[in-house]
């Protein structure tokens, strides 16, 4: 399965913004899948990720309270809606998938990557 993330962009700080994972190739229906990001010089670190049937959703906790992930299975996508941005939420965002949720924060058990999405919060 490929991943694409996009929406990405330069915002305020206590703007908002919505990021879109787009699968093809094969659908993640079954799959459960995240967000990460990543800082200049930084590990890249999870930020959300949802169950294949929405049910379960798990956040960071630096952005819990403020994004939001969900997903739309017949448009195979997952999305992140960003409010509130900080300065630090300052990275390039990746979506990411895998079979199965357990140990869903770590990014050495995520098969699949999309090329990340740049995302900068001026203050």
């Known amino acids: 399965v490929q991943l694409q993330a996009s929406g990405g962009g330069s915002v305020q700080a206590g703007d908002s913004l919505g990021l879109s994972c787009a699968a093809s190739?094969?659908?993640?229906?079954?799959?459960?899948v995240a967000w990460f990001r990543q800082a200049p010089g930084r590990e890249r670190v999870f930020v959300a990720g949802?169950?294949?049937?929405?049910?379960?959703?798990y956040y960071g906790n630096s952005v819990r309270g403020r994004f939001t992930i969900s997903r739309d299975n017949a448009r195979n996508a997952v999305y992140l809606q960003m409010n509130s941005l900080k300065p630090e939420d300052t990275a390039v965002y990746y979506c990411?998938?895998?079979?199965?949720?357990?140990?869903?924060?770590?990014?050495?058990?995520?098969?699949?990557w999309g090329q990340g999405t740049q995302v900068t919060v001026s203050s």
């Open positions: 990411a998938s895998k079979a199965l949720p357990t140990n869903y924060f770590d990014r050495r058990l995520y098969r699949n």
């Open positions: 190739g094969r659908s993640v229906r079954d799959n459960f």
């Open positions: 949802i169950a294949w049937n929405s049910d379960n959703t």
